[in-house]
Nanobody
Framework: QVRLVESGGGLVQPGGSLRLSCAAS????????LGWYRQAPGKQRDMVAV???????NYADSVKGRFTISRDNAKNTVYLQMNSLKPEDTAVYYC??????????????WGQGTQVTVSS
């Protein structure tokens, strides 16, 4: 059973930075794609960033140049570095563990989410 635990969310002022972490257990972590998604109140859950087992990345247009996804296979952890945060980045951020090397696959696993609030 794959278990994901996110951390690092919180309240930050516009223009600030946060780093989210997602620690996985119960997984052969290094061979699967991983991702970060977010859901704002009243909106659908959207992809923020994805990283393949080989380290290729893909970002939503709204976060390109500001957010960076990375992975540390030795620690079974995926990160999301968020810089130049905007109020519209406010959402619950979820970690997602795929079941193929290049994509999430038909079956995937979700963390419980961590709240990010960008406000002055």
């Amino acid at each position: 059973q794959v278990r994901l635990v996110e951390s690092g969310g919180g309240l930050v002022q516009p223009g600030g930075s946060l780093r989210l972490s997602c620690a996985a257990s119960g997984s052969i972590f290094s061979i699967y794609a991983l991702g970060w998604y977010r859901q704002a109140p009243g909106k659908q859950r959207d992809m923020v960033a994805v990283i393949t087992s080989g380290g290729s990345t893909n970002y939503a247009d709204s976060v390109k140049g500001r957010f960076t996804i990375s992975r540390d296979n030795a620690k079974n952890t995926v990160y999301l570095q968020m810089n130049s945060l905007k109020p519209e980045d406010t959402a619950v951020y979820y970690c997602r563990h795929g079941t193929t090397p290049q994509s999430m696959g038909a079956i995937s696993y979700w963390g419980q989410g961590t709240q990010v609030t960008v406000s002055s």
